[in-house]
């Protein structure tokens, strides 16, 4: 008993980190090329994109 | 033929450039973004070009390509970048670009819609799998406090999710109900509210049963569904865009005092005079006024001959110009004009069309009410059997409701359509609603336009067999410099047999006759019968052109249409699979009759007017038949918009485009087979669907009302029938992965749309 006190919190927290990180991706736009961004990955990084 | 296409796109870019300003927005102050559709851009290759060629620009802080929309996005500091230079910059790489709003397309109202579901998907997500890990220590034994404590953290993590998550539902449930109509959304509603109150009161009476991991998964479940069909919605929405953005949007209006601009085509106005440069396609309908030209009516009617044009002559929109430049002034866009006949057609057509219920609509109205209907059985059925208890009854009543919650049937269809909308895009299929891919698998009858539909826009020589090398050079050199469509032919036919061009220094082009140039001193026509002087009438029904030099014996060529390189095959097919197949064109008779004897179609029909291909339709249908119309002139365009279904070649006519329903690519016509072959097949899997998520209630039900239904068992039937209906869609997308991607499909379009860069030589 006294171990879910910190597992479920511990379970809780690790779920919320994933929502978070989800939010954050979808907020900043990453799911909006997905086709682009399968070719960046295979290209020569020249010219690096500036942040917006 | 060697026409500059990116030295003309630069003009057009130049001239674009003063239009653009409405199309520039401020992000932040002191900076300028304009987003833009660029339809050439095929492949990953063009990416890392573009945005060096587009940062490389003076005052450009960020230049985005976005492969799956075709769209790229520039912003550049205020006052010293300019909106023009970056449309050269794209010309200049060979790309069109059309500049793009975001909100007018309401491409942005669906991207915002799309990430709102996506949100409630994730926060469901998140809140299904945390609810379930505490279900699970429930049904494997947890008591007395340890239960009621996991039962509380599950309320306190489910009920803000079902309000937050659930929006999309109680929304549309609401407005639903508000005009009377029981939608799906209200049983998922009811069902989501009602499971997670009840579980509540359990919770707080200490009680054994709680739904919170029901309540929240079905939620998850069916936003995937919702967000399966948005994204079937934005996909055929971004199609129509992309479609409508290979338009022309402008003509160049020649003011009183000389002075030339470049307006929309909505602001042209009766009256005033645009310049119509060879190789474009004419704005609005009008009276020639100054220059002569050949005109190319092949979209507007169907005929495969040019048409010459010269100072009074009336020339529709939509058509070609050719051979010379052309100042035409605008006449009235009222009753008379060809345009707006067809569109009034097209408008007859569309009412006299009755409204297309999809089957999942159909299956919705019975839905709801049944599933109401049982659950109020249930509740009164335990009322008397157990003399009033009205804690029990209510409890079986939620279950059921729950147990029928549609989650597969909501998942059926828009996995379906998902799965198989990304297949026929892998074919060249762009699809502009999800009922097109169900009417398509209904079709009984096929029914082909001929010009630009099973043939292309091109002639190939058919007569004579043999010609001396010299004199094919001779004739090639001449026709070199017209875009007259006899002309590019003769072209293409010495450069297949390879054969170089002679070189010729000035040719002049006389339109509606022909070619003339003096070639080692003596002068030598290229052109019409009556411009080289031969006497008698054409020999037969093909078109011809005649080479006549100043010593010699003319020589004439004769040309007939170019099928497309799969036409026949497609045909066969079509008809293998027991389909009526037809050609209904505004050609001549023999030009129609040739074709329908090499592809092997007994039922044609020549010289059909826009009126008569619309009444043919519409007599099929008042018949019963279910026609599949094929077609892309503008004269297609009613029967387009009156068949059941209806497809168009990129390369159609606007309107052409606008009225099908769906659009394919390429130079074949496999796309047609292959377009039914998923449809029919995805059909086929809805169907199946449907049918496992039927069986499914057929033995959840009874347990459910005999109040036998646990939380564990009905979470277990939920997911269970949820990923059985998914996975069984899935099988369509590995039916079709073999065939790969069309390669090139949008430089197809573009080559197809634009003629300008119809470079067959390069």
Known sequence: MNGLFFLIPIALLMGGVGLAAFLWSLKSGQYEDLDGAAWRILQDDETKPKPD | MTCCATGLLADVAQMRAADLSAWVSEPQPGYQRLELVVPGLTGPEHMPEIEAALTGLCGVTSARVNLTARRVVVIWRKGEGHAGDVMAALAGLGLEAQPFDPVKAGTSADQDEMSFLLRSLGVSGFAAMNIMLLSVSVWSGAEAVTRDFFHWLSALIALPTVAYAGRPFFRSAIHGLSRGQFNMDVPISLAVVLASLMSLFETINHGEHAYFDASVSLLF???????????????????????????????????????RRFVAISALRPGMKVQVSVGERLPADGVVIEGASDIDRSLVSGETMPEATGVGSRVHAGTMNLTGSLMIEVTAAGEDSFLSEVIRLMACAEQAKSRF???????????????HGLAAVTMTGWLIYTGGDWHTSLMVAVAVLIITCPCALALAVPAVQVVASGALFRNGVMMKDGAALEKLAQIDTVIFDKTGTLTLNELTLASPKTVAMPVLALAAGLAATSRHPLARALSAHAASRGIVAESIAQVSEHPGQGLQARVRGETVRLGSRLWCGVDGAASGDLPEIVLK?????????????????????????????????EILSGDREGAVRRVAEALGIADYRAAATPQVKLAYVEGLTK???????????????????????????????????TAADSVF??????????????????????????????????????????????????????????????????????????????????????????????????
């Not at chain 2, 219920?357 to 599933?371: E, M, T």
């Not at chain 2, 279904?645 to 309107?655: E, L, N, R």
């Open chain 2, 623 to 657: 018949a019963g038949r279910k026609v599949l119309m094929v077609g892309d002139g503008l004269n297609d365009a009613p029967a387009l918009a009156a068949g059941f279904t209806s497809m168009a070649p990129a390369g159609a006519s606007d309107i052409g485009r």
């Open chain 2, 357 to 371: 219920v999809q089957l999942a609509d159909k299956l919705a109205r019975i839905y709801s009410p049944f599933v």
């Open chain 2, 221 to 259: 479940f069916l936003l995937a569904g919702r967000t399966l069909d948005q994204l079937m919605r934005a996909r055929a929405r971004s199609a129509v865009t992309q479609l409508m953005t290979l338009a022309a949007t402008g003509a160049m209006v020649v003011e009183v005092d000389g002075t």
């Open chain 2, 665 to 762: 690519m390429g130079a074949g016509l496999t796309p047609v087979a292959v377009a039914r072959d998923v449809a029919v097949l995805s059909q086929q899997l809805a169907k199946q669907n449907f049918a496992l998520a039927i069986l499914y209630n057929v033995f959840a039900v009874p347990v459910a009302m005999a109040g036998l239904a646990s939380p564990f068992l009905a979470a277990v039937a939920m997911s269970t029938s949820s990923i059985i209906v998914i996975g069984n869609a899935l099988r369509l997308g590995f039916a079709y992965r073999q065939r790969v991607a069309v390669p090139g499909m949008l430089r197809d379009v573009l080559r197809e749309t634009l003629p300008l860069s119809m470079d067959k030589a390069a």
């Open chain 2, 549 to 581: 030099r100043a010593d010699a014996a003319p020589v004439i060529f004769t040309f007939q249409d170019v099928l497309r390189p799969d036409a026949k095959p497609t045909i066969a097919r079509l008809q293998q699979q027991g389909l009526h197949v």
